[in-house]
């Protein structure tokens, strides 16, 4: 079996090829009911999600240390830090035999890097869900639906903030997505104050979302020194060996051969829950057009009646006329006109 893509090969590319060709044909019907084209590229890269390698995506908000993480994990300045966003792009990060940067498109960048885990899983790097640009949020939230991990990245002297919780509350409740944090600047507090910040941010998923998370807390500027540097107490003090350990050792091949697959089902599924309630909302606004119509038609048989109850009314009323007009020429005949009178008439003076 591929240690790439297990899912592609033995005894689960049946199924995965059944998943695929029921996405398919979910897109055709969806097509056909003229839903709008954002749905169906959904369920298209959906389809396309499963025959990529194993995707984690780090977020998080921007100053919370993603770059800094993904530098100290390569040993090299792979992505720009600074105090204040420094892009609107997406970073795609893939195995290659040498450094290279390709522009895939306007928002998405794939950087190729000779780091070996990467020959099994992508990494991508979204830029701050807080980000004072709102496109840089839209562009994230566009490429979370395609994520088969979420690494939530927050740091011990802002944890767990207001945009964060938003933010987490549209990975988990929305696209269902398993989440683990990621704790930086741990070298800025103390050893208590990291284990407070740990327990806070476990209670508030408890109590927001109902899970408890995995909180991996490190030190992204030791680890990048003790890394560069070859200091081995520095890389021990920040701890990242701990997340590696995580992500590439506990994480088995079956554990991600399980998200890898569960991952588009539970996004089709939001998208279909989606799709009902835009079906409910075009049932609502038929039976609405219909109600009308209902009135419109009874308003309309209600008019008809009275015009014609008046017109049956101004009709008698014209033959009742006619009758008194042609009863008084009877009269006038019988009383003016009758034999007895004939010689009378002859008399021009009478």
Known sequence: MSMERPWLEGEFSEKVAALKETFRLLEKDLREASLDSDTLEQLRQLAQQLDELFLLVIVGEF??????????????TICPEGPVPTTDKINVLKYGEAQVERHASTFIVERYFPYEPLKTLNIVDTPGTNSIVKQHQEITQEYIPRADLIMFVTSVDRPYSQSERSFLELISDRWRKKVFFVLTKIDTQEPENVRSVEAFIKQNCRDDFGFEPQVIPISPKLAFKGRTEGDAAQFEQSRLAELEEYLFVTLSDAEKLTLKVSSPIEAARRVCEDVLEEFDERLRVIDEHAE???????????????????????????????TSVENRGSEYFDDKIHLANLWSLRDRGR
């Open 63 to 76: 100053n919370s240390g993603k770059s800094s993480l993904i530098n100290a994990l390569f040993g090299a």
């Open 292 to 322: 009308t119509l209902t009135r419109v038609e009874n308003l309309v048989t209600e008019r008809a009646r009275a015009i014609k109850d008046g017109y049956t009314k101004h009709l008698l009323s014209i033959k009742n006329l006619l």
